[in-house]
């Protein structure tokens, strides 16, 4: 299971920061990719990027110069930083396990967070 | 990037109809790594389909996946109540991985 947590509202120009709180397996232990996928009101859903327990690292060339995302194994969660936001980051920001590879469909999910980006 | 169109937007049903839901893109998908997934609302999406034609694990052989290339089709034989949701595909064949805009199945 794969939970997300983080604020639900945060104001422009900051960092938006989630985490993903993997259980029922270790991340560092199984060969997985893990992935953060948002989606904004009313729009389609957008894949942000995915690491790898090595910290490997994948980012949607749109975003990667604002986003960062790390993995803690000591605490089996993966997190996301995305910089300088505003309102059009505003979204539904779930994360999923990549069914195996990278090149893997996207299962299972969380149930996802919304955030605000709103002074 | 590989744009997703899926067609159509809505489909109105009623359960026992088939459902045929499309999702074309803009140029052929790496190895037909072509994903299809549910989500109902306040829930996370659901795997059924991946390499175009692989049901996942759990999912009903009413629910099928077709095509190759560029033109996919999910194919829902016969709907239950529980079908109604939306559609939507994905790519990931190719970073950045790329979803369509997904085709809602209404009553």
């Known amino acids: 299971q794969l939970q997300e947590s983080g604020p639900g509202l945060v104001k422009p120009s900051e960092t938006l920061s989630l985490t993903c709180t993997v259980s029922?397996?270790?991340?560092?232990?199984?060969?997985?990719?893990w992935g953060w996928v948002r989606q904004p009101p009313g729009e389609g859903l957008e894949w942000l990027g995915s690491?790898?327990?090595?910290?490997?690292?994948f980012y949607t060339p749109s975003l990667k110069s604002r986003l960062n995302i790390s993995v803690d194994t000591s605490k089996n969660q993966f997190s996301l930083q995305l910089k300088s936001v505003t309102a059009a980051d505003t979204a539904l920001y779930s994360c999923?396990?990549?069914?195996?590879?990278?090149?893997?469909?996207?299962?299972?999910w969380g149930q996802g967070i919304f955030v605000t980006v709103s002074s | 990037d590989i744009v997703l169109t899926q067609s159509p937007g809505t489909l109105s049903l009623s359960p026992g109809e088939r459902a045929t839901l499309s999702c074309r893109a803009s140029?052929?998908?790496?190895?037909?790594?072509l994903a299809w997934y549910q989500q109902k609302p306040g829930q996370a999406p659901r795997l059924l389909i991946s390499?175009?034609?692989n049901r996942a694990s759990g999912i009903p052989d009413r629910f099928s996946g077709s095509g190759s290339g560029t033109d996919f089709t999910l194919t829902i034989s016969r709907l239950e109540p529980e079908d109604f949701a939306v559609f939507f595909c994905?790519?990931?064949?190719?970073?950045?991985?790329?979803f369509g805009p997904g085709t809602k199945v209404d009553i």
């Open positions: 994905q790519q990931y064949g190719d970073t950045p991985f790329t």
């Open positions: 999923a396990r990549h069914r195996m590879s990278l090149r893997s469909p996207f299962d299972p």
């Open positions: 390499g175009a034609s």
């Open positions: 140029q052929s998908v790496r190895n037909n790594f």
């Open positions: 690491i790898y327990h090595s910290g490997t690292t």
């Open positions: 029922g397996a270790s991340i560092s232990s199984v060969p997985y990719y």
